[in-house]
């Protein structure tokens, strides 16, 4: 549920290409999973989703980056692979 709250937090839900891209603000974040999501969504760089241990965010980060859905398949959390679908649809 982490996930999802963070998400909003970043906008990602719904609004997704208007959020703010300044990677200078993510080391201000404590935890070092959403930190290195942060940076892969403000810097459009997958490389950086590589940081991330825990591996359903490493799978939703490389999709939404990438816009790539084929990710999602690696989620294991039901939730989450719908919404890493959801946000990597082509629009």
Do not use: H
């Not at 963070?6 to 080391?27: E, M, N, T, Y």
């Not at 940081?51 to 989450?80: H, P, T, W, Y």
Request: charged share 20%; with cysteine; aromatic share 6%.
């Amino acid at each position: 549920m982490r996930t999802v709250s963070l998400l909003i937090g970043l906008g990602l839900l719904g609004a997704q290409s208007s959020f703010a891209q300044d990677p200078s603000q993510c080391g201000f974040i404590s935890e070092s999973n959403y930190r290195s999501l942060c940076r892969a969504l403000a810097e459009k760089n997958s490389s950086q989703c590589g940081f991330i241990s825990e591996s359903n965010l490493r799978s939703m980060c490389r999709a939404i980056v990438e816009k790539d859905s084929s990710q999602c398949g690696f989620i294991n959390n039901n939730d989450q692979r719908s919404m890493c679908r959801a946000l990597t649809v082509s629009r």
